[in-house]
């Protein structure tokens, strides 16, 4: 949630934070902009609404400047508009501030601050910290960077500040806590952002930020300490990122983009550690744990969005292989809810972005308690892949549509191995179980294949149903998450109401919703719960409702009752959710184009929810 970018160096600064901006428009896009160091000293631009509407705001504007920073925002504190926009200045405009996170005492910092005379031309929690640090360095005569410094020690909340003065035209004082920040280093010139992509087309060389450290870029030079004043050593990484992964490629939407990758999304997350012809399967990342996880009297799954979708999945996977108990919560509840963890539990933390902050802050608590953390995320060197003990990143590429899709198909791959590997291990699935579920997952990406050539036949679908208002998606078992994760992408996307239901419990209350008016999409493939879903489908012809069914190519039976038929390929049926899941995420895509809304960047939503 929110963007920032910043730069230091030889180039103009303004372009290179403009299109850093675009690129993280996925975080925030509810108003933009850019501070500089122009013409007659620190100046500040901002406007509501898109990166674009703030670059055409500059269009006159003198740019010249090699030092700038940049925020493309998603409002918590204060209306999206020009005011609450990030940059915010201090009172006597010689610093300015872009933040993403919150500050939860900004209340009584605010208080403070008025009755000294302060006045805030915006409702945001950001102001204050600028005319806090401001107020710090007039009272302890110190210089920018210990005021900073000082008035860490006392804020509460998260954050990822960058901070630009006047004063020190050559300078960028950073730092984070619990927002992420990354720094590009190039020759002489420095960028730094919420994450990689807006600095990979210049260096690959970067130092992601911890938690509690300050950054402080002076005349060329890169020094990092730790809040109590400690200097630190930057470790420097090599980015393994290609420019083209973060773009569109040709696509419309990076939605339809990311979807039709899946083949390759899955197999890049395969890549190395499968192999069904040798019967080998190998994570680097569960060898020291890997016992914890074969012992563990219970394994919890928390994660939030589509990845508890994911979760969910991974349920009945690792009970049906490893006859282990298994919990999935989301992480925005578990945290609250003074959870019972014992030693023999093992948490698997699952996350796209790798910064959600109610799942970071689960995994404190359950750290807190004991317990081994392992995380499944996509994002290399992310806040929760280093707050687990150990994991295994899914390698799906950049993600950058808010409505997550190959992301999920990667989980399920991730965490349908971990249980194969278990399960191996436990000696809770047999030679052939194994050896078959080895060459089923590695067909997967085929299947998939299959299942995008569905594309003009769901594309026409969409249009006859994109008016609806209402949607309810049914399915159950392996089926039933896939249900819960057809409903979200619709609702996310194109803003109508859908709610995704196990199909047996339609009959406890969505029933009464069922009329000629109301799409019931059934997720009917050929398993273990089949004949039961059939029946299910029956009940919802008797009431008038029309029904579209993802089926399993051949079905016969459905055909004859269903007013629409998607036929997806067969796979095993723990596999069956990568397949069917595709037909959902490209009817949630048309249907959202059809109806002109922003499907990239749906309204209200973020990407990396780094509040809570
Ligand atoms: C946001 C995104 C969803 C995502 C969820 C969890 O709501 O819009 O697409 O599923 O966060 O994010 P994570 O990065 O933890 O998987």
Redo the contacts with the bound molecule.
Sequence with gaps: MCGIVAYVGHRQACPVILKGLKRLEYRGYDSAGIALLNGNGLNIYKKKGRVIELEEHLKQTDITSTIGIGHTRWATHGEPNDQNAHPHFSSDRKLAIIHNGIIENYASLKQDLVNKGHKFLSETDSEVFIHFIEDIQRNNHCDLEEAVRLALTKVVGAYAIVIMSVDEPNSLIAARKGSPLVIGLGKNEFFLASDATPIIEYTNEVVYINDHEIVVIKDNLLKIKNIQDVAMTPYIQTLDMELEAIEKGGYEHFMLKEIFEQPKSIKDCFRGRLNAAKGSLVLGGIREYANKIVNADRIIII?????WHAGLVAEYIFEEFCRIPVEVEYASEFRYRNPVINEGDVVIA???????AD?LAAIELAKSKGAIIFGVCNVVGSSIARASHEGAYTHAGPEIG???TK?FTAQLTVLTMISLIVARKRGTITDTKYHEMLYALESIPEKVEEALKLNDQIKYIAELFKDKRNFLYLGRGYNFPVALEGALKLK?ISYIHAEGYPAAEMKHGPIALIDEEMPVVFIATKDSSYEKVVSNIQEVRARKGVVIAVVTEGDKVIPAMAEFVIEVPATNEALMPMVSVIPLQLLSYHIAVMRGCNVDQPRN?????TVE
Excluded: W
């Design positions: 994660a939030c969005g589509t990845s699952i996350s796209q972005s790798g910064e959600t799942t808010v409505a997550s992301a996310e939503l973020a990407k990396s929810v």
